[in-house]
Each structure stands twice: as structure tokens, then as C-alpha cells.
């Protein structure tokens, strides 16, 4: 059964959140936190988890969009990384395979390149050896003219071959949703748009933290027995509240995307090559109907709260196009958005960001507040699992009930009854996996759920309905870039449906005019900022 998780049961976590203590309050709703209270509600622990913005609103909503073992950390010999990574990638896949799909890697290798045809099939080897030959499917050496008929755009100018290999695709915001919501199901008092203003303490000694509703302005007080900061790039900005005098952790490195149409580089599976200016391992992607350009790596030093896009970045993913696909001549033109994360980078930070292992941290400090930064995307259910295990031992609480049960429960659930018809179920399922019954639920109830909104891409009433009545969507933000990735589908990023949408969230939500008019005003302030080059 999919139990509302909406405005209303919202405002009832909080009230239940101030009122008695909980054991763990989580402060950042990422796929970290998200990850530990699913875990820590699912062990019959009482659990409180606050987000100053949305959920998977910073790094988490903002990654490459990839489940992957780390084929590029064979070169810094992270060989542990690796295989944790890939037997991750198996467990999801089986917890929620709507949201981990198999996908082919390709990897062109030109007389440019630095490693030989030798090196990339030892490498790819040893991938399928420390995923203990569990992967989707074995990895392949290809020919020349095998790169070229699988990629007939790329440049057949010094190909010597290449490789193909296995990862997986994923939607991470949803990925952090599905999440967020399963430790909802469990218990977990969960709420977005909730800040932290301060810790207080005695004696050194964090006792409780003051948090304040960021929607109506309602302050309270939290009492917990472990207080844990999974605030990603905000990790040193929490420690701060708790010791103004704290050491930074973190090496804030950005990492932005370009979205191009697929038609314009049509490609069914993925492919990794080396920027010719600095030997960057890059990635193009097929997601969401589009083709994704990515990554840059570069220092960060700016406000976090403000993470975009620059020509520079944009430049810098355009350049390689205009080598590996000559005759596709990709210009800004073709960009229909791009985005921005920070990777919240811990350990040894010497050198380029790139180089930086993608390790991560787990700390208790003096004053009882446990920290968690660093690690991946793709290892975040087992981070959550040695968060548990460091912020249990010696707390006295008799509500854990039993040990990690994160890679045995599916992550989304599989309620009863009829599904979509197969025309607008195809399309809907790589969002919302078995609950694609719910939305068929609520436009049998309601057949003017069944509307669309916008034909390209397929936009539903019931979508956003289901947003909101189910994914505690608040702001037209959180629907059109969160919830669904209608932002980087559509030709104009939402344009055309940014006021219908407003609309049927007034009414749902009871907003006034100036309202509607606000949320519209925000919704196009992130599309022109996610448009730097136009």
C-alpha cells in the first residue's frame, strides 16, 4: 500500500518531531541521509530526518546520473572502492531495477590516447574480477570497425578499437526519494524545507537542536540521543554550529553536465573518452531521451547555496564534441540546459580534484555530533550501514529491533490492483517502477488526472497529482526538476507547462494568484539559470 506522504502528514512530522525525543535526528536529505534513516527507521529505531531545501535539492539531484562500479579508480589502484561499488550496483539493481537499469559502455581508444588496447582489456578484467563476474554482462574487446558500427558519428580518425563494458543508469533524485519515502513508511519523521538554526549544548555536549519550518515559520526544539550531519557539501557548515572553531573536512570540487537532443547525437548506449585537453576521463550519456555531457572537476570556492552552470563550463564539454563528432558540428545551439553539483571530496586532498579518491568519512566528535561526508552516489546504502554501526555503539536505546535488513526489502513497494494500459505505462515506469498502479488508481478515481499536460514529453495531471499527494512535493520546483526530470526532457524546459502546473498545485495546496505567480517566477529563474550560454 503507497501511504500519503504529503503538505499534511508533513506538518504532523514536525509537531511529532518536537514532541518527544527521537534517537537519531539525520540533518541533510540527500542519498546519504536519506540511505541512514531508511536503514536506522527500518531497524525499529525512532527517527527524525530534516532538509533546509528539498530533498536530493544540492549533489544528490545533480550527479551523472550513474550507478558504477569506478572503472577510472583502476589507475589510482582503489581496488577496494571498486569492488564495493560493484557489488552495490548488483544489490540495487535487485531493490529497485526500475531505478538501476543496465547500461553499455563503449570506450573508443584513438593513437592520441595514452594507455594501449593491451592495458584497457587487463583493466576491464580485473573490472569483471572484482565484481566477482556479477556484472550485467562480460566485458568485450572491439575492432575498429565494431566502435564505428556501434557509434557511426564518432570520428573513425586514428580508432584503433575499444572496449565495451557494463554500469548502470539511475534518476538519483528519485533514487533519494525512494529512499527518503521507504524510511517515511517505517516510521521516520521526514521533512523537507526544515533548517537547522542551532545545536545546544551542556558541558560540551550536544543536547538538542533547534530547527525552524522554512514554509510557515514554526520553530522547535529536537531531543535526540545521536545527532548525525549527512549534509554533503554543508558538512562543514553543520560542524560549524556545533564547534565554531571546527577544522574544515571538505574539497568542494564542481561537477557540471550539458543536455543535448538525442537526435543530434543519437546514441543507445554510453561512451567514455578522454578530453584531448587535459586527458579528463568524460562520459556521454543516453537519460531521459537526451544525450548528458559530463563532468567537469574544478575547485569550488563560491556560495554553496548557488551552484551553476558558466561558459566555461559549458565550453569545456563542447570542445571534445566538436573533435569525436567532426561532422555533427555541436555548437551552443544545441544545448537545451545544463546543471551543476559539488562533490564533497574527504581524505588526501593534494593535486587535482580528479585525483582525489572518492572515499568517504565517518566521525564522532567531542562534542557527540557524528559527521559523514565523501563517497559515492552508488555506495550509499552500505555508507549508511557503517554510519549505523559507529553512531549504535554505546547508545542506550532498547528500539533496535534487528541488524541491516537495506539490501533485502525492495525500495519501492508493489501495491495491488490494475496497471496503466502498456501506451502510457511504457513511458512512465522508469519513474516509478510498480507504482505506476497508483497514478492508474487516482485517474480511475479521477478522470481528470488523466490529462496531459504536455504530449512532449508525456506529462500527466496524474503526475503531478501523485507528487504531491505522495512525494511531499511543495514547490513547482520540486515536481518539474525533482520529481520528474521534465526540465532537461523538454524542448523549452517546462515553458509551456510551468502555469498549468502552478495552477493544479494552487488548487490542491490552496494558493492565491500572487502565489501561482510566484512559483512561476522561480520555476523560470532556474530554467534561465540552468541556460548560461543563451
Not at 594507455?115 to 574480477?129: E, I, M, T, W
Not at 554500469?167 to 537547522?196: C, H, K, M, P
Request: proline share 5%; net charge negative.
Amino acid at each position: 500500500m503507497t501511504l500519503p506522504f504529503n503538505h499534511s502528514t508533513r506538518l504532523q512530522s514536525f509537531d511529532d518531531l518536537i514532541k518527544d525525543p527521537v534517537d537519531l535526528l539525520i540533518i541533510g536529505g540527500g542519498i546519504t541521509g536519506a540511505g541512514i534513516a531508511r536503514d536506522a527507521a527500518m531497524r525499529g529505531l525512532r527517527v527524525g530526518i530534516i532538509d533546509r531545501s528539498d530533498f536530493a535539492y544540492g549533489t544528490s539531484s545533480r550527479s551523472s546520473k550513474l550507478i558504477h562500479g569506478g572503472l577510472r579508480y583502476l589507475s589510482h589502484f582503489a581496488f577496494g572502492l571498486i569492488r564495493q561499488s560493484s557489488l552495490e550496483r548488483r544489490v540495487l539493481h535487485g531493490l529497485a531495477p526500475h531505478l538501476c537499469e543496465p547500461l553499455g559502455f563503449c570506450l573508443p581508444l584513438y593513437k592520441r590516447d595514452s594507455h594501449s588496447l593491451l592495458a584497457l582489456r587487463a583493466g576491464l578484467f580485473v573490472y569483471d574480477v572484482l565484481c566477482s563476474f556479477t556484472n550485467f554482462k562480460s566485458h568485450k574487446i572491439l575492432g575498429s570497425s565494431e566502435v564505428g558500427e556501434l557509434h557511426p558519428y564518432l570520428t573513425a580518425d586514428g580508432l584503433k578499437g575499444g572496449g565495451y563494458y557494463f554500469d548502470a543508469l539511475t534518476n538519483d533524485a528519485r533514487l533519494t526519494l525512494a529512499n527518503i519515502r521507504s524510511a517515511a513508511r517505517a516510521g521516520a519523521a521526514v521533512l523537507n524545507y526544515v533548517e537547522l538554526l542551532e545545536f545546544e549544548t551542556r558541558g560540551g555536549k550536544i543536547i538538542a537542536a533547534r530547527i525552524r519550518d522554512r514554509e510557515t515559520g514554526k520553530e522547535g526544539v529536537v531531543h535526540a540521543l545521536r545527532y548525525i550531519n549527512a549534509g554533503g557539501p554543508w558538512v562543514d557548515r553543520i560542524r560549524t554550529l556545533a564547534d565554531s572553531h571546527a577544522q574544515p573536512w571538505l574539497r568542494l570540487s564542481k561537477g557540471s553536465h550539458i543536455v543535448l537532443p538525442h537526435q543530434r547525437l543519437p546514441i543507445e548506449n554510453a561512451i567514455g573518452f578522454s578530453n584531448p585537453a587535459d586527458g579528463r576521463t568524460m562520459f556521454l550519456i543516453p537519460w531521459a531521451g537526451r544525450t548528458v555531457v559530463g563532468t567537469t572537476e574544478t575547485d569550488f570556492e563560491g556560495d554553496i547555496d548557488d551552484v551553476d552552470p558558466t561558459m566555461q563550463d559549458v565550453d569545456y564539454l563542447l570542445d571534445p564534441m566538436r573533435s569525436l563528432f567532426p561532422e555533427s558540428e555541436i555548437g551552443y545551439s544545441d544545448v537545451l540546459c545544463s546543471w551543476s553539483g559539488l562533490r564533497p571530496l574527504v581524505g588526501n586532498l593534494d593535486g587535482h580534484a580528479s585525483d582525489v579518491r572518492r572515499e568517504h568519512r565517518v566521525e564522532i566528535e567531542p562534542n557527540g555530533l557524528l559527521s559523514v561526508a565523501g563517497g559515492k552516489l552508488t555506495t550509499y546504502r552500505s555508507m549508511a550501514e557503517e554510519v549505523l554501526r559507529v553512531a549504535l555503539e554505546g547508545l542506550e536505546t532498547s528500539r533496535v529491533t534487528s541488524s541491516c535488513t537495506t539490501m533485502d526489502d525492495p525500495l519501492v513497494v508493489d501495491p495491488e490492483g490494475p496497471d496503466l494500459e502498456k501506451e502510457l505505462r511504457d513511458p512512465l515506469v522508469s519513474l516509478y517502477g510498480p507504482e505506476t498502479k497508483v497514478l492508474a488508481r487516482m485517474m480511475s478515481a479521477d478522470t481528470t488526472l488523466g490529462r496531459r499536460i504536455s504530449d512532449n514529453p508525456l506529462l500527466l495531471s496524474a503526475q503531478v497529482a501523485f507528487a504531491l499527494e505522495h512525494e511531499m512535493a511543495l514547490h513547482v520546483n520540486d515536481v518539474l526538476t525533482r520529481r520528474l526530470p521534465h526540465i532537461f526532457q523538454a524542448d523549452d524546459l517546462g515553458a509551456r507547462v510551468v502555469e498549468p502546473v502552478a495552477q493544479l498545485m494552487g488548487q490542491r495546496l490552496g494558493w492565491d494568484d500572487s502565489r501561482v505567480t510566484q512559483e512561476i517566477e522561480s520555476y523560470t529563474e532556474r530554467m534561465a539559470k540552468s541556460r548560461p550560454h543563451r
